[in-house]
C-alpha cells in the first residue's frame, strides 16, 4: 500500500521543501517574449534590460514659480541693500529657453520650465517684491540654488528595468519618462487546472452523499494568475485512470504548464502519478517532508511544469505556496522567484510537533515594528478557514519542539 | 500670487495629510453594487455579509486511509493480545456511509471518506496488520481518533466574508466550499483620469524644447486599478481654462470620479482649482501641509470625489498614497480604506527639515524581524526614480529635527 507503483518513483527520496524547491527550479527556463505596449504592460515581467535613452529631466529646470537670475547679480544683496533686475520676458514649461540672460536681466520662470542660458539660479516669488517690469531681491543667491539639473533623476544610458522585473508603477513611470512605448515581455504561460476524484461537485449543482463542492480549482486558479500565468479549468476527470490520463495527455500538448489536484498520496485510488507517467511526464518529486503539504508530485513534460498536488485545499495551497509558487514564477521570468526568508514572531503556542517541517499559515501583524503571527489553532489539512487572509507562513523546522508564544521563526511573506 | 482666487477656497486652511485624509472621507460613500460570479470575483470588494449555508466539512470523515472502528473493540488491544476484526465493506471519498457498524467490523476507509454509523475511531493502514477480510489492531483507540468532525472548518449561520472585504483566494475558497455560485460587489468605480499642461507631451511622439513625457497618466492609472477602480485616460486639456473646465465638465457627468494632474499650485498657470469650481466642484482641500505632495485639491462634485494632484510625477504619488488612495478604495467598497500605522526603523539618516511632514519612500527590507527602510538621500518632487519599488512610506513629522540611522518612525506600507 505504501510503495510506490513504478521503478522510477521507488527511488524518490523525500526531501525538505526548500530542497525540493531548489532541484526543481534547475530544470525551469522561462517562456518566450513578446512585446507590449504601456497600456497593457503593468503586472508583466521585463524580459529585457531597458535603458534609458536620454537624461530626466533632459534640460536644466526650474522647481517653482519665481525668477531666473545670474547669482553674481545678488552678490552683495541685503535688507538694508537690495539689488533690483529688470524682467525680459516670461519662461514656462513646455516653452524654449531662447533668451540669453545678461547681467542686471532676470527672467520671469514657472514651475518646470527650462533655466535660460546665463542664468545659474532662481529666486522664489516670495522672496522677493516685484512688479511687472523689475523684480528686488534683499539676500544673496548660491549659484545653482532652485535648479534642478538634467539628468538628476535619470542619465542617459543608466539600466531603468533590469530583466525579471514585474513592471509596477514605477517602472511604467521610467519607460514612460523616456517616452519608451512599450517593452518585451515574457508571454504569461498558459495553465491548465484539473480536478480529479469522484467526490468532487462543480458549485452550482447539488451536493449528494459525502461529495463536496470543488473550490480548489478558484483558489489554484487565483495563485496562478497571482504567479503570472493564464489559468484555465479544464474540467474534473473522476478517479479514472483512463480518463485521468486522457486529459493530461491533451492538456500537455496544448499547454504551458499544468496543475492537477488529488489521487496524488499512496492510497488505491491515488491515480494520477500513473496517469502521469502515462502521459508522458518525467517524474522529479513525490511527496516532501512538510506538513501540511506533504503529498505531491512534481514533474516536467519536456520543458513544462507539471504539478500534481492533494485534493485538501490547505494542503494543496500551502505545497504551492513553497514550492510550486517559485516554480511558476521562474517560468513566467520573474527573477525573485525564491522568496525572501523574514524572521517572525509568534503571538500563541504552537504545540504540535512534526517529523517534517510543519508550516504555520496566519495573517501579519506588526507590532512595535517586529513581525508577528497569531498561528490559527486549527492548522489541519481539512482547515479551509485558517487560510483566510493568509499572507504569512511561518516554519517550525522538522524534529523541532513546541513553539512557545514570543519565539522567533523563520518563514516568509506571499505577496 | 499666493492668493486664491475665491472667497470659498480663500478660507481653506492647510492641514496635515492624516486631518485631511479623514475630513475628506467624511464625504464618502461607496458606489452601488452589483451581482458577480466565481470566476469573476477575485479581487472584487464583497457588499454583503456571507454567511455559511452550511457546515463544513457537512459530515465527518476521516483524514487518512485506514480503518473505521468501534474504539470500544480496541480497549484490550496490545502487542501481546491483538484484536482482530472482521473487514465488511470499503467507503471512499464520494460514497455514501450506508452500512451500519457493529461490534467486532471494521470498514476500509479511505482519506476524506464518510465515517459509517456506529464508527468512532479510525485507524491508520500503517498502524495495524491487514487481509483483505481482517485487520489486527495491537493498540487501543480513543473515541473520535482520527474522525474530522462536521463544522470543524466552517459552521451553518458563520460570517464567511464580512462587508467589504476582498475577494481573495481564500474567500474564493470559503464560497466555493458552501456551493455558493456568486456574491455581491461594489460596482468598479469608472474614474477619469485627465492630464493638464502645454508641456505635456504622449509616448510615441517626438519630444521638442523643454516638453515632457506624460508618465503620471501610466502611474496614476495602475494606482487606481489597485484602489478597484477601472481607470481611463480621458486626455490632456493643455493649459487653457476653457479647454480644462470643458473637459471637466464633460467627465463629471459621465464618469464616477475625477483624478487631474498639473496646474494645482498657486502660480500664473495654476488653472485647474478655478476650472474646477467653474464646473461645479465643491473644493474641501486645496494644498496639504505634507512634503512631497502639497500641492492639490481635494473636492466633491455631488457624491463623486474629485482628486487633482500636482504635474510632478513624485509629488502626485506621495499625495495620491496619503490621501487619494484612500478616498478610491473608501469609494470602492473597502473596509480598509486607512492604511494600518507600523513602525519603520531607518536604516540611514535623512538630514532635510520641513515645516510640514515629510514623507520618505522607499522598499521595505526586513532585518531580524524588523521592518526597516533604507529612504534614497534623493526624495525630490521630481525624483521618479526614487519611487522605484516602493512599497513603504515613513513619516518625519511636522517640525521633526533631522532623521538619524536607527530611528524609528511611524509610516505605512502600500499594498
Redesign the interface.
Known amino acids: 500500500?505504501?510503495e510506490c507503483r513504478t521503478g522510477i518513483r521507488r527511488q524518490l527520496k523525500k526531501m525538505r521543501f526548500s530542497e525540493t524547491r531548489d532541484m526543481l527550479l534547475e530544470y525551469i527556463n522561462p517562456v518566450d517574449t513578446e512585446t507590449v505596449s504601456?497600456?497593457e504592460l503593468?503586472g508583466r515581467v521585463i524580459a529585457e534590460d531597458v535603458a534609458a535613452r536620454m537624461n530626466?529631466?533632459?534640460?536644466d529646470?526650474s522647481?517653482l514659480?519665481g525668477y531666473a537670475v545670474k547669482s553674481s547679480d545678488t552678490a552683495s544683496a541685503s535688507e538694508g541693500s537690495p539689488v533690483t533686475l529688470r524682467i525680459v520676458c516670461e519662461i514656462?514649461?513646455?516653452?524654449?529657453?531662447d533668451h540669453i540672460l545678461k547681467s542686471g536681466e532676470a527672467v520671469k520662470i514657472?514651475?518646470?520650465?527650462?533655466i535660460p542660458d546665463g542664468a545659474d539660479a532662481v529666486v522664489k516669488?516670495?522672496d522677493t517684491l516685484y512688479t511687472a517690469d523689475s523684480v528686488t531681491v534683499s539676500q544673496p543667491l548660491l549659484a545653482g540654488e532652485n535648479i534642478?539639473r538634467a539628468g538628476?533623476?535619470?542619465k542617459t544610458g543608466d539600466v531603468l528595468v533590469g530583466r525579471g522585473t514585474a513592471a509596477?508603477?514605477?517602472?511604467?513611470?521610467?519607460?514612460?519618462?523616456?517616452?519608451?512605448?512599450g517593452a518585451e515581455v515574457y508571454r504569461k504561460p498558459n495553465v491548465a487546472l484539473i480536478s480529479t476524484?469522484?467526490?468532487?461537485?462543480e458549485?452550482?449543482t447539488a451536493?449528494?452523499?459525502?461529495?463536496?463542492?470543488?473550490?480548489?480549482?478558484?483558489?489554484l486558479?487565483?495563485?496562478m494568475?497571482r504567479c503570472g500565468c493564464c489559468a484555465v479549468y479544464e474540467g474534473c476527470a473522476g478517479?479514472d485512470m483512463s480518463s485521468i490520463a486522457g486529459l493530461l495527455s491533451r492538456v500537455l500538448s496544448s499547454y504551458d504548464a499544468v496543475v492537477i489536484t488529488g489521487g496524488v498520496?499512496a492510497?488505491?485510488?491515488d491515480l494520477v502519478p500513473d496517469a502521469l507517467e502515462r502521459a508522458g511526464v518525467d517524474i522529479l518529486v513525490h511527496g516532501v517532508k512538510m506538513k501540511p503539504g506533504m503529498a505531491c508530485v512534481y514533474g516536467m513534460y519536456r520543458s513544462k511544469p507539471v504539478i500534481a498536488l492533494s485534493?485538501?485545499?490547505a494542503s494543496a495551497?500551502t505545497n504551492f505556496y513553497c514550492i510550486g509558487r517559485s516554480i511558476l514564477r521562474k517560468y513566467s521570468g520573474a527573477c525573485d522567484y525564491v522568496p525572501?526568508t523574514?524572521?517572525?514572531?509568534m503571538l500563541r503556542d504552537f504545540s504540535k510537533k512534526s517529523r517534517g517541517d510543519r508550516i504555520l499559515r496566519g495573517t501579519m501583524k506588526?507590532e512595535?515594528?517586529?513581525?508577528c503571527m497569531d498561528p490559527s489553532p486549527?492548522q489541519?489539512?481539512?482547515?479551509?478557514?485558517s487560510?483566510?487572509?493568509?499572507d504569512l507562513l511561518a516554519v517550525v523546522p522538522m524534529e523541532h519542539g513546541p513553539v512557545a508564544a514570543g519565539d522567533?521563526l523563520d518563514g516568509f511573506m506571499i505577496?
Open positions: 500500500m505504501q504601456l497600456e503593468c530626466v529631466p533632459h534640460y529646470r522647481p514659480d514656462k514649461a513646455g516653452d524654449t529657453a514657472l514651475t518646470g520650465a527650462p516669488y516670495e534642478i538628476e533623476d535619470v509596477d508603477t514605477a517602472v511604467l513611470g521610467l519607460l514612460a519618462s523616456q517616452g519608451i512605448a476524484g469522484n467526490e468532487i461537485v458549485v452550482g451536493l449528494t452523499g459525502s461529495r463536496i463542492y470543488n473550490s480548489n480549482r478558484y483558489m486558479a487565483a495563485e494568475e478517479d498520496s492510497g488505491d485510488y485534493g485538501n485545499p495551497l525572501e523574514v524572521q517572525i514572531r506588526v512595535k515594528g517586529m513581525i486549527e489541519g489539512n481539512v482547515i479551509i478557514s487560510m483566510r487572509a493568509a522567533v505577496r
